[in-house]
Every structure is written in structure tokens, then in C-alpha cells.
């Protein structure tokens, strides 16, 4: 049996918000801690990573 788990939020304040501005200075060490952590093959986690737009896009926008 597997078990998986996704994770995914949408922000409810721009990421350079006051609001976010906590959660955004502890991203750096909670991902170091994932990156880390155990293979998920050995019972640790899986962090996905988002993979950059291909060189020809200039934005977000037009590359989805």
C-alpha cells in the first residue's frame, strides 16, 4: 500500500506582503530541512520542486 500527500496553497496576500513576510523568511529553512531529510524510498519526505519556465518564455503568463 502507498500513501501519498500533496500539498499546494494559493497565497491570499502578494508574496512581499507584511502579511507573508514571516512565512516567507522561514521558507529557506524548512526547505533545507526537507532537502535533508531521508529519501521518501526510506520512509522521509519528497520535496517537488518547481522547474523553471523553458528559455523562450518572458512570462509566466504565456508559458502555461
Known amino acids: 500500500m502507498h500513501l501519498a500527500q500533496l500539498n499546494i496553497a494559493h497565497l491570499r496576500a502578494p508574496i512581499d506582503s507584511a502579511e507573508l ?5 522561514l521558507l529557506e ?3 533545507a530541512l526537507a532537502d535533508a531529510a531521508p529519501p521518501a524510498s526510506s520512509g522521509g519526505s519528497r520535496r517537488v520542486r518547481p522547474t523553471p519556465p523553458p ?3 518572458t512570462t509566466t503568463a504565456t508559458c502555461c
Not at 21 to 25: D, K, M, S, T, Y
Open 29 to 31: 529553512p524548512i526547505n
Open 21 to 25: 513576510a514571516e512565512f516567507v523568511a
Open 55 to 57: 528559455p523562450s518564455c
